[in-house]
């Protein structure tokens, strides 16, 4: 079945509608990466499909629902080629731009992300309390995008809840990832083109020890051990230590759930599929592949969709845990 798209290029205030132009279009996003990119290749006709750096391409389905919007910061044309190659970035792109000294006192993560947005001058949408306020976070020749993501890996780490930064209608929003209800069924004989699995321990750590000062210089110590893990694997340690002053059940914290991400059989899974709109990174799905044993539910770790001559398959990376970017904060010598 062929998908359709209503493409609109705005340059100022003029909005042009390129769909019928569109010779490829490529969308893709991992999770090690701030933000998504889409490229564009467009049949060259004078003034209708030539737009300037900076324009906003937005992408419709054919009932007129927005699914993407990104900003052109790339753009390539050749004398003997009668098409256009546009690469365009969304607005998170613009955190991983700038490089700055700064600290933040008494601020939450959320507070640091309007701060930040607010310099930017990006625009934002909702941003939901993290509530987690640090006394100090100084960062020394870091990007937006790595202050953002080290305050909501502290955040983490200290709550146990989980934010991620979003966009939605071309604004930046800080949300609360939330457990996800729906899923995408994708199965063999249906719309499953190809599939791959992998498992290793090479990876894996069976026990953690954990080390930092009180608020009085006095060591802190703590070591968890997954013991059926360590009978299966043997014993493999992590050692993390801690920078910024904690206590002990902060290292405790810390300790456990350090463990319960490093302890499991590291598993790797892809399959390429008939494309489906809202399918990316984060998004969670169903697969069912009993040739390769990947039947269950997964998350997309990272995603490649490619639309041509009407059709649109997709790539999928896919990881069996909800993982998100995260950066540990190192105090600032």
């Given at each position: 079945?062929?998908?359709?798209?209503?493409?609109?290029?705005?340059?100022?205030?003029?909005?042009?509608?390129?769909?019928?132009a569109v010779v490829t279009m490529a969308w893709s996003g991992n999770k090690q990466e701030a933000s998504r990119t889409l490229t564009l290749e467009v049949v060259k006709v004078k003034e209708k499909t030539e737009f300037s750096i900076g324009s906003s391409i937005?992408?419709?389905?054919?009932?007129?629902?927005?699914?993407?919007?990104?900003?052109?910061?790339?753009?390539?044309?050749?004398?003997?080629?009668?098409?256009?190659?546009?690469?365009?970035?969304?607005?998170?792109?613009?955190?991983?731009?700038?490089?700055?000294?700064?600290?933040?006192?008494?601020?939450?993560?959320?507070?640091?992300?309007?701060?930040?947005?607010?310099?930017?001058?990006?625009?934002?949408?909702?941003?939901?309390?993290?509530?987690?306020?640090?006394?100090?976070?100084?960062?020394?020749?870091?990007?937006?995008?790595?202050?953002?993501?080290?305050?909501?890996?502290?955040?983490?780490?200290?709550?146990?809840?989980?934010?991620?930064?979003?966009?939605?209608?071309?604004?930046?929003?800080?949300?609360?990832?939330?457990?996800?209800?729906?899923?995408?069924?994708?199965?063999?004989?249906?719309?499953?083109?190809?599939?791959?699995?992998?498992?290793?321990?090479?990876?894996?750590?069976?026990?953690?020890?954990?080390?930092?000062?009180?608020?009085?210089?006095?060591?802190?110590?703590?070591?968890?051990?997954?013991?059926?893990?360590?009978?299966?694997?043997?014993?493999?340690?992590?050692?993390?230590?801690?920078?910024?002053?904690?206590?002990?059940?902060?290292?405790?914290?810390?300790?456990?759930?350090?463990?319960?991400?490093?302890?499991?059989?590291?598993?790797?899974?892809?399959?390429?599929?008939?494309?489906?709109?809202?399918?990316?990174?984060?998004?969670?799905?169903?697969?069912?592949?009993?040739?390769?044993?990947?039947?269950?539910?997964?998350?997309?770790?990272?995603?490649?969709?490619?639309?041509?001559?009407?059709?649109?398959?997709?790539?999928?990376?896919?990881?069996?845990?909800?993982?998100?970017?995260?950066?540990?904060?190192?105090?600032?010598?």
């Open positions: 079945m062929k998908e359709q798209y209503k493409i609109a290029v705005i340059q100022e205030t003029l909005t042009s509608w390129i769909e019928e937005i992408i419709y389905d054919a009932d007129d629902k927005e699914l993407m919007r990104y900003i052109i910061t790339k753009k390539d044309k050749t004398r003997n080629n009668n098409t256009i190659k546009y690469m365009a970035r969304d607005i998170r792109w613009w955190l991983t731009r700038s490089t700055m000294d700064k600290k933040f006192e008494n601020m939450t993560a959320s507070e640091i992300f309007i701060s930040l947005c607010k310099m930017l001058e990006i625009q934002i949408g909702l941003v939901t309390d993290t509530k987690v306020k640090f006394s100090v976070l100084h960062f020394v020749k870091k990007t937006p995008w790595d202050i953002i993501i080290t305050a909501l890996t502290e955040t983490r780490k200290r709550s146990g809840k989980r934010f991620i930064v979003h966009v939605k209608n071309g604004k930046l929003e800080l949300i609360e990832k939330a457990t996800q209800t729906m899923q995408w069924v994708i199965e063999e004989g249906k719309n499953l083109l190809d599939a791959s699995y992998s498992e290793s321990i090479e990876s894996t750590y069976t026990q953690v020890q954990v080390v930092g000062k009180d608020a009085k210089g006095k060591e802190i110590s703590i070591v968890k051990k997954d013991v059926a893990a360590q009978k299966q694997y043997g014993v493999m340690q992590e050692y993390i230590s801690q920078s910024d002053k904690v206590t002990q059940a902060e290292v405790n914290a810390i300790a456990v759930q350090k463990l319960k991400e490093l302890s499991i059989l590291q598993k790797s899974g892809s399959i390429k599929a008939i494309g489906i709109n809202g399918v990316e990174t984060g998004i969670g799905i169903y697969v069912i592949d009993h040739e390769t044993g990947l039947v269950g539910s997964f998350y997309v770790e990272s995603d490649s969709h490619q639309y041509k001559n009407g059709y649109h398959e997709m790539s999928l990376t896919l990881a069996w845990t909800d993982e998100l970017p995260k950066i540990e904060y190192e105090e600032t010598k």
